[in-house]
């Protein structure tokens, strides 16, 4: 199993472009998330979906946007990218509640908007 | 309202010796804790997790306490490896068994730089 994968590693944006983030697990998770990390903080959420087909928004979710049409992905939309958006971001999964509540992650996505 | 605190930054302890990484919360309604490790360039792994009804849960040399009273949560690493080394990460949830989650269910401290010395 390869667990929780994310595209690209790093990516440099100028203000105003937009990008995608792609995350994919075969762990067959129906509970995805996206987080952001900025340096000193801890993991704020910005999306989640508890199936295909279902998002609901996280803490910070302005100036984001989020699809799940498999169970497989779950790609983040970065649109108009601002200097704000510069963090590091992380896709996790999960079992379903009452199968274990530790997420696993993705090895993360640098994004730097300049 | 940070909800879930980490007030150390950093921890620094010689091989051999004890880690205590602390972890305070306010919400008493949180049901579930873990911890997390993550190296640099890579995401958080899994490391234990304890119920809000138990208050030791132990695996290998890590052992997590609950101190429920006072909202307290420590990660003892006993032992301490060199490997060790890393940003160690606690979260609370909330109601993890409902069938749903939200942002307000799913909360990260701050982080803790260990460095554990030769």
């Known amino acids: 199993n390869a667990g929780v994968t994310q595209t690209p590693k790093f990516r440099i944006l100028k203000i105003g472009q937009s990008m995608t983030l792609q995350c994919t697990q075969d762990m067959n998770h129906n509970y995805m998330y996206w ?62 509640p009452g199968q274990g509540p530790e997420q696993y992650f993705g090895p993360g996505t640098r994004l730097t908007v300049t | ?53 138990k208050d030791k849960n132990e695996d290998g040399r890590f052992t997590v306490f609950l101190n429920k009273s006072a909202k307290h949560l420590s990660l003892h690493i006993v032992p301490s490896q060199p490997g060790d080394s890393a940003v160690y990460f606690c979260e609370a949830i909330l109601d993890h068994n409902a069938g749903g989650t939200s942002y307000g269910k799913l909360t990260f401290g701050q982080g803790t730089i260990l460095t554990v010395h030769p």
């Open chain 1, 35 to 96: 987080y952001r990390q900025d340096p000193g903080m801890g993991l704020k959420l910005i999306y989640y979906s508890v199936g295909a087909g279902i998002t609901d928004k996280g803490e910070v979710p302005n100036g984001y946007n989020v699809s799940r049409s498999t169970t497989e992905d779950f790609p983040l939309r970065l649109e108009l990218a601002a200097p704000s958006q510069t963090s590091v971001y992380f896709c996790a999964s999960s079992h379903s």
């Open chain 2, 1 to 53: 309202d940070q909800q879930v605190k980490q007030n150390s930054p950093s921890l620094s302890v010689q091989e051999g010796r004890i880690s205590i990484l602390n972890c305070d919360y306010t919400n008493s309604m949180f049901d579930y804790f873990l911890w997390y490790k993550k190296y640099p360039a890579e995401g958080p792994t899994f490391l234990i997790s304890i119920s809000s009804i």
